[in-house]
């Protein structure tokens, strides 16, 4: 049942690289907690954003691979937010605090949607270079939510999590997607109501992706083809939405392929960060590079990864 959470690689994420705690708003309570591994040389670094059941270490496998890599990389968890402006304003700060002018987004479900508006906020003075959106969404009405998503705050905690667990996958699954399933779970577990609360409210609230403000910044799609949250009406909506985007598919890995399909996950981001190399926006220590897209080529060849332009 904890097959991740006593798994070596987390003890070791846990053990080798250190939970930051930051506060940029006036109030006291909105704590960033946050994971930065990789050179803090690179000014450019791409940041994980998890969906609404999961916490900063949900990337942990990212976190340690490309790190390893040479890359700087930051998996996070938000405060308690109630609004997307409001969200996107205290993202800002914590960019400004950690004196990052523009960042690579990868955000899963919720995490992509956030990544989405908060490049269309700031698009007047751009902070998202990039941005890597997995089983995410551009519009909050395919979940037929927006009409609860003022009552959220009044739910009791474990009204939230059967809410948050009824999107989980039912029925049978392979192991590595069942141990992801379970590190979810107890992730979800770790949130308190008003957590949980406020991240429904984000992810229900009447709110759609406006395009034509971010139809400049390079997007990969990554998804899958198996069972997931996300409606078929909802992946062809993000096609639509961004037709430049390159495609990245997973034949399976549920709702949380960067778990349980990591490898697959790692390598896409790989090849999605590549085209910065060179630049001012690369994510990657300059020196690391060569040996980088050696380990990139040899993936390739042994998984034989599928990846659509």
């Not at 490898?263 to 790989?270: D, F, G, H, P, T």
């Not at 993936?299 to 659509?308: F, Q, S, V």
């Amino acid at each position: 049942m904890e097959e991740i959470r006593v798994s070596p690689d987390y003890n070791w994420f846990r053990s080798t690289v250190p939970l930051k705690r930051i506060i940029v708003d006036d109030d006291d309570s909105k704590v960033w907690s946050l994971y930065d591994a990789g050179p803090k040389s690179i000014r450019c670094p791409i940041i994980f954003l998890p969906p609404v059941s999961g916490t900063a270490e949900v990337f942990f496998q990212q976190v340690l691979a490309l790190s390893g890599w040479g890359y700087r990389v930051i998996s996070l968890q938000y405060p308690v937010y109630w609004d997307l402006l409001e969200f996107c304003d205290g993202f800002r700060k914590l960019l400004d605090h950690l004196q990052l002018d523009k960042v690579h987004l990868f955000g899963a479900s919720l995490g992509g949607f956030l990544a989405q508006k908060f490049a269309e906020v700031t698009h007047k003075s751009p902070r998202v270079h990039s941005l890597i959106l997995c089983n995410s969404f551009s519009d909050t009405s395919i979940f037929n939510q927006t009409w609860t998503a003022n009552s959220f705050w009044l739910m009791p905690a474990f009204m939230l999590k059967k809410i948050v667990l009824g999107n989980f996958a039912k029925g049978p699954v392979d192991p590595k997607m069942a141990d992801a399933i379970d590190f979810m779970v107890d992730r979800l577990e770790s949130l308190n109501q008003s957590e949980l609360a406020s991240r429904l409210t984000l992810n229900c609230q009447n709110s759609y992706v406006e395009p034509h403000k971010i139809k400049d910044i390079a997007v990969t799609i990554m998804d899958v083809f198996d069972q997931s949250a996300l409606s078929h009406e909802a992946k062809e909506e993000m096609y639509k939405l961004y037709p430049n985007a390159r495609r990245a598919h997973l034949k399976t890995g549920g709702n949380f392929p960067y778990l349980c399909r990591s490898a697959e996950v790692n390598l896409y981001i790989q090849i999605h960060l590549r085209q910065f190399h060179g630049t001012r926006y690369a994510a990657i220590s300059p020196e690391m590079v060569s040996a980088e897209e050696l380990e990139v080529q040899r993936t390739n060849l042994t998984m034989g990864t599928e990846w659509l332009f």
